[in-house]
């Protein structure tokens, strides 16, 4: 006779850590939208565990949703942990990035008073400063030529290499101690092969005060087109820069961009271009494409050709062409 036994089902328990960590997994995937799902579902599970409510905040933040981000990290300040240093930087962040320097500026103040050791408190220093210039609080040259809206600059960005050689060789003999000038010269000279000429521009213009940062950059980018340089020695080389100067920091974006070092370059990108002009949310765009936040890269092309409507076209195949070739995609 046989004889049956009633099997014990142990019921497989998911609660919010499980889906949490399975969200992290997606996101380090480069799956965005689904990562963001499930740590939605660690949230409804558990609502008050603070680092659910901070890592959906980073996650929406970076698509591009600060309204959604902010709403989380105030509730985690306002009633959930308001301990959590991070949650301040993040929502100082965020508000800067939407233009709220005031309010940016006091909760990165109260980061910097909970936590004056912080994982970020290099970053919180660098912004600190940022939101001093644009509040008026800290002294800027106001006569200085804005380097993102020359017309070299704007050459180099439609691909128009020799062009811009041009156009800056003239502008540096008009202006000659205006120094980011000499490193679109030598950029220029680059895009064109014409490596020896453009390391010597590089290396006088590393001689000159405040001017090595995007010099350094620029001759790393010519040794990576040149075959000297790969693509892992240059992001070491370049691992420990951050300058505080809003345009070399967008060099350094540029360069860690055409070596393929997407996703740094696009948050060294969201910090320093102004978004204010077309051509720059499409470099962002292009950034954000690669980096697997193709939601965020989607909606920056759309607001690019809104503000440049004769554009659009390219745009909204950029936006739906299959990622594989990154320089050409980055050319306005």
């Given at each position: 006779?046989t004889?049956?036994?009633?099997?014990?089902?142990i019921?497989?328990?998911?609660?919010?850590?499980?889906?949490?960590?399975?969200?992290?997994?997606?996101?380090?995937?480069?799956?965005?939208?689904?990562?963001?799902?499930?740590?939605?579902?660690?949230?409804d599970?558990d609502?008050?565990?603070?680092?659910?409510l901070?890592?959906?905040?980073?996650l929406?933040?970076?698509e591009?949703?600060?309204?959604?981000?902010n709403r989380?990290?105030?509730?985690?300040?306002?009633?959930?942990?308001?301990?959590?240093?991070e949650?301040?930087?993040?929502?100082?962040?965020?508000?800067a990035?939407?233009g709220?320097?005031?309010e940016?500026?006091?909760?990165l103040?109260?980061?910097?008073?909970?936590?004056?050791?912080?994982?970020?408190?290099?970053?919180?220093?660098?912004?600190?400063?940022?939101?001093?210039?644009?509040?008026?609080?800290?002294?800027t040259?106001?006569?200085?030529?804005?380097?993102?809206?020359?017309?070299?600059?704007?050459?180099?960005h439609?691909?128009?290499?020799?062009?811009?050689?041009?156009?800056?060789?003239?502008?540096?003999?008009?202006?000659?101690r205006?120094?980011?000038m000499?490193?679109?010269?030598?950029?220029?000279?680059?895009?064109?092969?014409?490596?020896?000429?453009?390391?010597?521009?590089?290396?006088?213009?590393?001689?000159?005060?405040?001017?090595?940062?995007?010099?350094?950059?620029?001759?790393?980018?010519?040794a990576?087109?040149?075959?000297?340089?790969?693509?892992?020695?240059?992001?070491?080389?370049?691992?420990?820069?951050?300058?505080?100067?809003?345009w070399?920091?967008?060099?350094l974006?540029?360069?860690?961009?055409?070596?393929?070092?997407?996703r740094?370059?696009?948050?060294?990108l969201?910090?320093?271009?102004?978004?204010?002009?077309?051509?720059?949310?499409?470099?962002?765009?292009?950034?954000?494409?690669?980096?697997?936040?193709?939601?965020?890269?989607?909606?920056?092309?759309?607001?690019?050709?809104?503000?440049?409507p004769?554009?659009?076209?390219?745009?909204?195949?950029?936006?739906?062409?299959?990622?594989?070739?990154?320089?050409?995609?980055?050319?306005?």
């Amino acid at each position: 006779m046989t004889q049956t036994r009633n099997a014990q089902v142990i019921p497989f328990m998911r609660d919010g850590s499980f889906f949490y960590k399975k969200g992290i997994e997606a996101y380090q995937n480069k799956q965005t939208a689904k990562s963001i799902h499930l740590i939605k579902r660690a949230v409804d599970m558990d609502p008050e565990e603070p680092v659910f409510l901070c890592q959906l905040a980073i996650l929406l933040a970076e698509e591009g949703d600060y309204a959604s981000s902010n709403r989380w990290l105030r509730q985690i300040i306002e009633d959930v942990d308001p301990s959590m240093s991070e949650s301040y930087f993040f929502l100082a962040n965020n508000l800067a990035h939407s233009g709220e320097f005031e309010e940016a500026k006091e909760y990165l103040e109260m980061y910097m008073e909970l936590d004056c050791t912080g994982d970020f408190r290099e970053d919180a220093d660098a912004l600190h400063y940022l939101l001093k210039v644009e509040l008026g609080q800290e002294h800027t040259d106001l006569h200085r030529t804005d380097p993102f809206s020359t017309h070299a600059v704007m050459l180099l960005h439609e691909g128009q290499f020799e062009q811009a050689e041009e156009e800056a060789a003239r502008f540096t003999a008009e202006q000659s101690r205006c120094w980011f000038m000499y490193g679109v010269l030598a950029e220029a000279q680059i895009r064109q092969g014409k490596f020896d000429e453009a390391a010597e521009i590089l290396n006088n213009l590393m001689q000159k005060e405040g001017a090595d940062t995007s010099a350094r950059c620029l001759l790393e980018l010519g040794a990576l087109m040149q075959g000297n340089r790969t693509k892992e020695e240059l992001e070491a080389d370049l691992s420990g820069l951050y300058p505080m100067d809003r345009w070399e920091r967008y060099v350094l974006a540029k360069v860690l961009f055409a070596a393929g070092i997407f996703r740094r370059a696009y948050h060294l990108l969201r910090e320093s271009v102004p978004v204010e002009r077309a051509v720059y949310l499409h470099q962002l765009a292009a950034a954000a494409k690669y980096a697997g936040y193709e939601g965020r890269a989607s909606r920056l092309w759309e607001q690019a050709a809104s503000m440049q409507p004769e554009k659009r076209e390219r745009f909204m195949k950029l936006r739906s062409a299959e990622a594989d070739a990154w320089i050409k995609d980055w050319t306005y």
